[in-house]
T-cell receptor
Framework: EAQVTQNPRYLITVTGKKLTVTCSQN?????MSWYRQDPGLGLRQIYY???????DKGDVPEGYKVSRKEKRNFPLILESPSPNQTSLYFC????????????FGDGTRLSIL | GENVEQHPSTLSVQEGDSAVIKCTYS??????FPWYKQELGKRPQLIID?????GEKKDQRIAVTLNKTAKHFSLHITETQPEDSAVYFC?????????????????FGKGTHLIIQP
């Protein structure tokens, strides 16, 4: 089954404790992206990747890092999480470019205390 | 960069009636406009999309119209049913090649909570 898989689905942690949210897709998609969703703000792009070893900042990249060492994986790294990063995070992928249908993962709800 | 405004934020309609959600965008270079439906606690799912070379697209009870001159696009749902209740997001594709650089991806509206009254 074609899918985008995120882990963990839920995480409660404390300020400053490094964490990684993994994202994996099995559709051989080139384009992958991370979004955060906050009430009343919609989805905002954090980082994106157009292919292996090609990543770039989205609209709200501060406090986040990403890597794209393999085509299928695009982890989101919070080196020193802070409470303002408490949010619902979605990973998405599309075949080649961002102006094609994007497939979203099931989301990761992060709470930073 | 791109800015997408979506209205209304909440829309309540009687079952069987039509619902219309409107979005405006700022970047005239945007060329792709998808609509996503998000049910409570679930991921956004694409329901329909339209490209800038097309003025209207229809898929059963759902249609999208695009006015490039005015830079607005709308989602139309006819014969609404209880399962249409959800949050709907419009988005516009930022074409980084023609927008002087910057991020490549979708800019989303803030969402419309559609409530279908029985």
């Amino acid at each position: 089954e074609a899918q985008v898989t995120q882990n963990p689905r839920y995480l409660i942690t404390v300020t400053g404790k490094k964490l990684t949210v993994t994202c994996s897709q099995n559709m051989n998609h080139e384009y992958m992206s991370w979004y955060r969703q906050d009430p009343g703000l919609g989805l905002r792009q954090i980082y994106y990747s157009m292919n292996v070893e090609v990543t770039d900042k989205g609209d709200v990249p501060e406090g986040y890092k990403v890597s794209r060492k393999e085509k299928r994986n695009f982890p989101l790294i919070l080196e020193s999480p802070s409470p303002n990063q408490t949010s619902l995070y979605f990973c998405a992928s599309s075949l080649r470019v961002s102006n094609q249908p994007q497939h979203f993962g099931d989301g990761t709800r992060l709470s930073i205390l | 960069g791109e800015n997408v405004e979506q209205h209304p934020s909440t829309l309540s309609v009687q079952e069987g009636d039509s619902a219309v959600i409107k979005c405006t965008y700022s970047d005239s270079a945007s060329n792709y406009f998808p609509w996503y439906k998000q049910e409570l606690g679930k991921r956004p799912q694409l329901i329909i999309d339209i490209r800038s070379n097309v003025g209207e697209k229809k898929d059963q009870r759902i249609a999208v119209t695009l006015n490039k001159t005015a830079k607005h696009f709308s989602l139309h749902i006819t014969e609404t049913q209880p399962e249409d209740s959800a949050v709907y997001f419009c988005a516009a594709h930022k074409n980084w090649m023609y927008s002087g650089g910057g991020a490549d991806g979708l800019t989303f509206g803030k969402g419309t909570h559609l409530i279908i009254q029985p």
